[in-house]
């Protein structure tokens, strides 16, 4: 079955700290692949966006994603986390087998930022 | 720019009791969609749209009802409210995908409340 995972519910980074937020994806073909954020009471904002070529893509706020085919993954990456940063983070995938063309999300990765 | 408008944004309802909401989109897009989002469950797909006069069924579709009358509008329905329907709702809309590759543009979310 297709699925779109998250493994970490819950993240707590320091101001300043490096960030990863882990995704990865199971199915058949070449996913397209999405990070979004959603601030408290907010809808989602797309982040950034993977459909081919270069396997690291740029997004906005600071944030990247490299695309592993190998590790069947889809991290999210900041360098420098802010206290603005902190949200929910949910990993997307198209493209999937047994979807019909929607989109599958996963669960959430809820990040704390510490001053 | 309003881009998707979600009404209303707060919603109270007594069991079996029927609701309508609604969901406006200015950006012209094909495709939309209705998802709930429940604590530790992300985004689930209720039903989406691909076009004006079309509806289809999306992974959690029961006690929903949906309506696409115009290309800007996007319906949905509870005909019979359900404490297990308590949820934010999100709308979204993007371009007709290929092969999933569009992204979707969400609102703000419809918080409602099954008493």
């Known amino acids: 079955a297709q699925s779109v995972t998250q493994p970490d519910i819950h993240i707590t980074v320091s101001e300043g700290a490096s960030l990863e937020l882990r995704c990865n994806y199971s199915y058949g073909a070449t996913p397209y692949l999405f990070w979004y954020v959603q601030s408290p009471g907010q809808g989602l904002q797309l982040l950034l966006k993977y459909f081919s070529g270069d396997t690291l893509v740029q997004g906005i706020k600071g944030f990247e994603a490299e695309f592993k085919r190998s590790q069947s993954s889809f991290n999210l990456r900041k360098p420098s986390v802010h206290w603005s940063d902190a949200a929910e983070y949910f990993c997307a995938g198209g493209g999937l087998r047994g979807s019909q063309g929607n989109l599958i999300f996963g669960k959430g990765t809820k990040l704390s930022v510490k001053p | 720019n309003a881009g998707v408008t979600q009404t209303p944004k707060f919603r109270v309802l007594k069991t079996g009791q029927s609701m309508t909401l609604l969901c406006a989109q200015d950006m012209n897009h094909e495709y939309m969609y209705w998802y709930r989002q429940d604590p530790g469950m992300g985004l689930r797909l209720i039903h989406y749209s691909v076009g004006e006069g079309t509806t289809a069924k999306g992974e959690v579709p029961d006690g929903y009802n949906v309506s696409r009358l115009k290309k800007q509008n996007f319906l949905l329905g509870l005909e019979s409210a359900a404490p297990s329907q308590t949820s934010v709702y999100f709308c979204?809309?993007?371009?007709?995908?290929?092969?999933?590759?569009?992204?979707?543009?969400f609102g703000d979310g419809t918080r409602l409340s099954i008493l």
């Open positions: 979204a809309s993007s371009y007709p995908r290929v092969n999933s590759n569009q992204p979707q543009h």
